[in-house]
């Protein structure tokens, strides 16, 4: 088994191949979906939304460890839906001209950075649902760790972003 961030890189290089051969129209469709999905989650577990279903899950009976794992749960679900959903079939696209290989391998490197980097970041702070893994990590590990989309962005960077996008495709 290898590490965490070869994983993440093979994951973040294998959506910027895609990119490639999609497009960047495509792309920042799916960008925008995964920045949606992002600011949900974001705004789920860190607004009083989330103090009150901690509330109410520590009513039932749930330890914390068992929420984190839940919110991961939840986290990775939720991200992986919305990317299987916005790569599948037409999506979200935004009109453009002629293709651009760099330009649509930067887009599917930014969608691999935030998903990768998101699903890293929840699984790590549910300490990786229970698997035995050992806290002796790389400082590539140690470093990205702390750069990871969820661990530098609030839920307001998220939305904004968003938002903006979508005009960006309405605006013509």
């Known amino acids: 088994m290898g590490p965490v961030e070869?994983?993440?890189?093979?994951?973040?290089a294998m959506f910027g191949a895609i990119g490639v051969v999609r497009g960047w129209q495509q792309e920042l469709g799916v960008t925008t979906?995964?920045?949606l999905a992002l600011f949900v989650i974001s705004f789920i577990f860190t607004t009083s939304v989330g103090d009150r279903l901690n509330s109410a899950l520590s009513g039932v009976g749930v330890s914390e460890?068992?929420?984190?794992?839940?919110?991961?749960?939840?986290?990775v679900g939720l991200l992986l839906i919305?990317?299987?959903?916005?790569?599948?079939?037409?999506?979200?696209?935004?009109?453009?001209?002629?293709?651009n290989?760099?330009?649509?391998?930067?887009?599917?490197?930014i969608n691999g950075y935030l998903l990768a980097g998101s699903l890293w970041y929840y699984l790590a702070k549910a300490?990786?649902?229970g698997a035995n893994?050992?806290?002796?990590?790389?400082?590539?590990?140690?470093?990205?760790?702390?750069?990871?989309?969820?661990?530098i962005f609030g839920w307001q960077f998220f939305i904004l972003l968003a938002v903006a996008m979508l005009i960006l495709r309405v605006v013509k």
């Open 6 to 12: 070869g994983v993440f890189l093979a994951v973040i």
């Open 33 to 35: 979906m995964l920045l």
């Open 65 to 75: 460890p068992q929420m984190v794992t839940i919110q991961a749960l939840f986290a």
């Open 82 to 99: 919305v990317t299987f959903i916005s790569y599948q079939g037409v999506g979200l696209a935004y009109p453009g001209g002629k293709k």
């Open 101 to 109: 290989s760099l330009l649509s391998l930067a887009i599917g490197l």
């Open 127 to 129: 300490n990786w649902l």
């Open 133 to 151: 893994i050992v806290p002796d990590f790389s400082q590539f590990y140690q470093f990205f760790s702390q750069i990871l989309p969820p661990a």
